[in-house]
């Protein structure tokens, strides 16, 4: 008897070392990961107050997307370097701040959502304007190893520096001009049916079934507005939103890529959008991501979801 007792006394130690040994694992990945991410705010954070694009591209995945407001997104490193230079030739950069908000584990990646501030001026005028804004970064996890996959922000508010933000003549790409992912499995299937609703009901301006799109612990960040932090004040938005939406004589949702990470999907999509308003008309793009999350009753949410315009809105 004195054996087994033992013997179960001998099996709790082993368990608990194990649990602890894991604990401590996590804790120190986790630590690394929060270390890493602040070493990049760092490097970001002088690469753009020096004009120093490399400093911050040596985190980019060479297969990066880069989806700027008010520009075709750049695909791939190259492209990037090739924007950033563009961006520092055309604007002097006075002053720049970045804040990581959160950090959300998706498992095989990471989201990282944050604020930024910067004064910019364009060279050769005395003109200087503050820009605020947000972003959401995602990080692929790879061999104890991360790289930034995509980029994408948005500002705050309007701006008198639309037209200098856009760049025509590098090589970026409308998403929103390719084609759809085919629909070859679940995942394609169920998010393809998803934005043929959301086509209706966004056209339709019914904003309380567009509200039945998100969790409760949403983070959304749309154009010239504030990160709205939960539920409750997205639905105030969404109400006033769509009394200000134009009419959409066709609205074409389209996915272009998607990460199925288990629990939560990244889900890369873009829009064309027909639009008149009044005696004005007009066709726009625009792209962002979504991450859902897959509920304990099966639905899909959106947990965090960012949203900008092309070149030619």
């Known amino acids: 008897m004195r054996h087994l007792r033992n013997n179960f006394l001998l099996l709790i130690f082993i368990f608990t070392s194990i649990q602890n040994i894991i604990a401590q694992t996590e804790s120190i990945a986790k630590e690394s990961i929060e270390v890493y991410l602040n070493k990049f705010i760092a490097d970001y954070t002088k690469g753009m107050r020096g004009a120093n694009p490399k400093l911050f591209e040596e985190y980019y995945d060479e297969d990066i997307r880069l989806m700027p407001a008010f520009q075709k997104t750049l695909l791939g490193k190259e492209n990037a370097s090739i924007y950033h230079k563009a961006f520092f030739d055309r604007f002097d950069i006075l002053e720049y701040k970045r804040e990581n908000l959160e950090t959300l584990d998706l498992g095989s990646q990471l989201s990282v959502l944050g604020t930024f501030t910067m004064k910019v001026r364009l060279k050769n005028t005395e003109k200087i304007e503050e820009l605020n804004g947000k972003y959401i970064d995602i990080w692929k996890k790879e061999n104890s190893k991360l790289s ?37 499995n679940d995942i394609r299937f169920e998010l393809a049916a998803l934005n043929q609703f959301m086509e209706e009901f966004i056209s339709h301006g019914d904003y309380k079934i567009w ?103």
């Open 211 to 313: 509200s039945q799109l998100y969790a409760n612990d949403v983070l959304a960040m749309f154009s010239y507005k504030p990160i709205y932090r939960d539920k409750k004040s997205l639905d105030k938005f969404l109400k006033a939103h769509v009394a200000e939406l134009p009419i959409f004589e066709k609205l074409d949702i389209r996915n272009n890529h998607i990460d199925d990470l288990g629990t939560y999907i990244v889900n890369y999509a873009s829009h064309i959008a027909n639009w008149r308003n009044d005696q004005y008309s007009g066709i726009s793009t625009g792209k962002g991501i979504k991450i859902w999350r897959r509920e304990p009753n099966g639905s899909l949410k959106i947990v965090r979801q960012i949203a900008t315009y092309d070149y030619n809105y």
């Open 148 to 184: 930034l996959i995509s980029q994408i922000w948005n500002y705050n508010h309007h701006t008198d520096l639309t037209e200098q933000l856009k760049f025509d003549n590098i090589p970026g790409t409308v998403l929103a001009y390719q084609g759809h992912l085919p629909v070859d």
